[in-house]
């Protein structure tokens, strides 16, 4: 699968460009840059990547957008880490803050055993909001 081959950077920039198109309609390298706390200079060689492997498209007015190889794996990213963050939260009582953190982190290295694993887990563990 194509997510295992990215690199933590990748998959970050993807699922933040997700994020932000869940709130906003055009997306710039500046607004990537602002929510990354990176440089535009190096979003601007991140996206050039990420376009050139068929990931993001910029076009002529600098607005960037996924495509849907790069929103699948943002989509996945996105899901892992919730998943993380609910197993952390709601089933170890790790607090909030540091499962979000731990869960930034996990989210690139665990398994799609894992992942789904934990997600049966928490769906059979969890009491439902009913």
């Known amino acids: ?14 699922r933040v460009l ?3 198109s869940e709130v906003q309609q055009a997306i710039h390298s500046v607004d990537i840059a ?8 190096s979003v601007s060689r ?7 492997t068929g990931y993001v498209i910029k076009n002529e007015y600098g607005e960037v957008t996924l495509t849907d190889s790069g929103r699948a794996i943002a989509v996945s990213m996105k899901l ?8 952390l939260t709601e089933i170890l009582g790790v607090e909030p803050p540091v499962a979000e953190k731990d869960a930034c982190k ?12 934990l997600s049966w887990h ?3 563990y969890l009491p439902t909001n009913e």
């Open 1 to 14: 699968m194509g997510i295992k081959k990215m690199t933590q950077s990748k998959e970050n920039y993807l």
């Open 18 to 20: 997700l994020e932000l």
């Open 34 to 41: 602002c929510a990354l706390g990176f440089t535009r200079a």
């Open 46 to 52: 991140m996206l050039k990547l990420l376009s050139e």
């Open 80 to 87: 892992r880490r919730s998943i993380l963050k609910t197993f």
């Open 106 to 117: 996990l989210e690139h290295i665990i398994s799609d055993e894992t992942e789904s694993k």
């Open 122 to 124: 928490i769906q059979n």
